[in-house]
């Protein structure tokens, strides 16, 4: 595997359901962050770690839930939530310490539909 | 703090045509700046990105995009649209900081008319 891999590609749920969406990096790097995508909307920064820590949480309802055990994996778990929160979640990470040279490597994405 | 202006959220071009898709980017330090791709259902993927060495630069699929400092643009162009070039494209700076902070432009939605 190379690069950054999500899983699952599509997910359905019930506003009651509780599931997990999952990112793997293969590339070394040691910031990775959660964004969402909707229909017609900028792309929007949830949140963001660097070194395993939370360094950034843009006012996310705390129905979406981050967790990042090392600097690979990055997950984010979610419960109760909301037709609108329907969208398409993008992981990326980058290299921090580079002054942003290297952008950012993105996921393919989870396209979430909650109904 | 540094922001990027893309102007036309959507643009139409007939295949063959040039492809231009504007990016004006704001920045107090130089900038290292980036063209994302994004195909439906899909991740973004980079074009290409300036980081000082050459104004110019030229990116995957035949995109090239020119840093104007006098004109604070970085405009993403190509000779000749093919029907797969339909697709969101993204323009980005970074602030270069010790968070390597990626700041996004709104998109623009290029259509290919055959």
């Known amino acids: 595997e190379t690069g950054v891999t999500q899983t699952p590609r599509h997910l359905v749920m019930g506003m009651t359901n509780k599931k997990s969406l999952k990112c793997e990096q293969h590339l070394g790097h040691n910031a990775m962050y959660w964004y969402k995508q909707s229909a017609k909307k900028p792309l929007e920064l949830m949140f963001v770690?660097?070194?395993?820590?939370?360094?950034e949480n843009n006012s996310v309802p705390s129905r979406f839930s981050p967790e990042c055990p090392n600097s690979s994996h990055l997950f984010l778990h979610l419960h109760t939530l909301q037709p609108e929160d329907s969208a398409l979640y993008l992981c990326?990470?980058?290299?921090?310490?580079?002054?942003?040279?290297?952008?950012?490597?993105f996921g393919s994405g989870t396209r979430l539909t909650v109904v | 703090a540094q922001s990027v202006t893309q102007l036309g959220s959507h643009v139409s071009v007939s295949e063959g045509a040039l492809v231009l898709l504007r990016c004006n980017y704001s920045?107090?330090?130089?900038?290292?700046l980036f063209w994302y791709v994004q195909y439906p259902n899909q991740g973004l993927q980079l074009l290409l990105k300036y980081t000082s060495a050459a104004t110019l630069v030229k990116g995957i699929n035949g995109f090239e995009a020119e840093f104007k400092k006098s004109e604070t643009s970085f405009h993403l162009t190509k000779p000749s649209a093919h029907m797969s070039d339909a697709a969101e494209y993204f323009c980005?700076?970074?602030?270069?900081?010790?968070?390597?902070?990626?700041?996004f432009g709104t998109g623009t939605l290029l259509a290919v008319q055959p």
């Open positions: 770690y660097n070194f395993k820590e939370q360094t």
């Open positions: 980005a700076v970074s602030d270069g900081g010790a968070t390597n902070k990626l700041i």
């Open positions: 990326a990470s980058s290299q921090v310490g580079t002054g942003g040279y290297y952008g950012y490597t």
């Open positions: 920045s107090s330090v130089p900038p290292y």
